[in-house]
């Protein structure tokens, strides 16, 4: 069930989404050559505890398979790790690196949710080209992030808009709504066909991300059951934020 929030419910989300962009950016201060994920995980959970919030990816149950739930505030994802990297005192951020930042903040029963690609030192052109695009397919889509438009416009303009700059979408995984809870319907893939899927309603809120792989279309999950790869191995990006949908242009709520 798609759920549309009352003016009320927008006022709980927006202080979410807001500690969701401020925790981005104590953790873009703090990624450097040397730290570990752990360490940033620290740093980021630390922060939403002060605003008196919950890390909401924190202990997120794993859902239809028989593993653990996700052990981490942030989830980290450097390279070709797509998506859901767990941190760890064993992985250190080195130069060149891209560092994808996905969280989730909980506050007043309302979620938030956002995620970065950062770039560590001297990224290579490629890698920029790369985290650039993945960004930018988020700003093409949500110009059809308005009243009347269907889903299907936003899903393929980002899908659209990543295959004519000679990358792959991913397409095992998908933006959502969110709300009371963190994953709410309509699902949000990142492909699909104009026209197509449910029309869009002021009040609704969206959380819409592009991910994106540079070379082959495919991913693997890694055995602790959260890790997500490019089954290629080339190099990955994710961008994300919750999106508000009103009468006239789109509210980014995580910005
Ligand atoms: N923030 C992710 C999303 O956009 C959810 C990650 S799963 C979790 O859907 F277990 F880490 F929470
Ligand atoms: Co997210």
Redesign the pocket.
């Known amino acids: 069930m798609v759920t549309i929030k009352s003016k009320k419910e927008i006022e709980i989300m927006k202080e979410a989404c807001k500690i969701a962009n401020e925790t981005q950016k104590v953790v873009e201060k703090a990624i450097k050559p040397g730290i570990s994920t752990l360490e940033l995980d620290r740093i980021a959970e630390k922060y939403i505890l002060s605003q008196n919030a919950i890390p909401a990816?924190k202990n997120?149950p794993n859902y239809y398979k028989d593993m653990p739930p996700?052990p981490g505030t942030l989830?980290i994802s450097i390279n070709d790790v797509l998506i859901?990297g767990i941190p760890s005192s064993d992985v250190i951020i080195k130069d060149g690196d891209i560092v994808s930042i996905?969280l989730?903040v909980l506050k007043n029963g309302y979620h938030g949710?956002c995620?970065r690609t950062y770039l560590v030192g001297n990224v290579s052109k490629e890698a920029q080209e790369l985290v650039a695009v993945t960004k930018q397919a988020f700003f093409e889509g949500i110009k059809f992030a308005k009243k009347g438009n269907r889903l299907g416009d936003i899903s393929s303009t980002i899908g659209n808009y990543v295959k004519a700059h000679g990358y792959s979408v991913v397409k095992e995984f998908q933006g959502?709504g969110i709300g009371k809870e963190?994953?709410e319907d309509p699902g949000i893939p990142n492909y699909g066909k104009a026209g197509k899927g449910i029309r869009l309603m002021p009040g609704m809120t969206l959380?819409i991300?592009p991910m994106v792989i540079m070379g082959k279309e495919g991913v693997l999950e890694l055995d602790d059951g959260w890790t997500i790869i490019s089954e290629d191995g080339t190099l990955t990006a994710h961008y994300?934020n919750t999106v508000l949908i009103t009468e006239n242009e789109p509210q980014i709520l995580t910005l």
């Open positions: 990816q997120y996700f989830c859901h996905d989730v949710d995620a959502h963190m994953h959380a991300e994300e």
